[in-house]
């Protein structure tokens, strides 16, 4: 559930609440890995400046999230 709401924020263009559920999708055991595949894949079919302001988000959120860790 966690990355079909990474992939519906992305197509719905909600980068504000992106890093949320990014957050949420970490602590739920979501790999950063399933979180690139995931906006790799949105890519495709919500374009790619979309997708791209979301890889920017989830980089960060997940570089703070290690950093906390």
Do not use: C, W
């Amino acid at each position: 559930r966690s990355l079909l709401n990474i992939v519906m924020l992305t197509a719905l263009n909600r980068s504000h609440e992106l890093g949320v559920h990014v957050r949420g999708a970490l602590n739920n055991g979501v790999t950063p890995e399933e979180i690139q595949e995931a906006l790799l894949q949105a890519a495709v079919y919500v374009g790619v400046p979309a997708a791209l302001e979301s890889f920017r988000i989830a980089e960060s959120v997940i570089k703070d999230h290690h950093a906390n860790s």
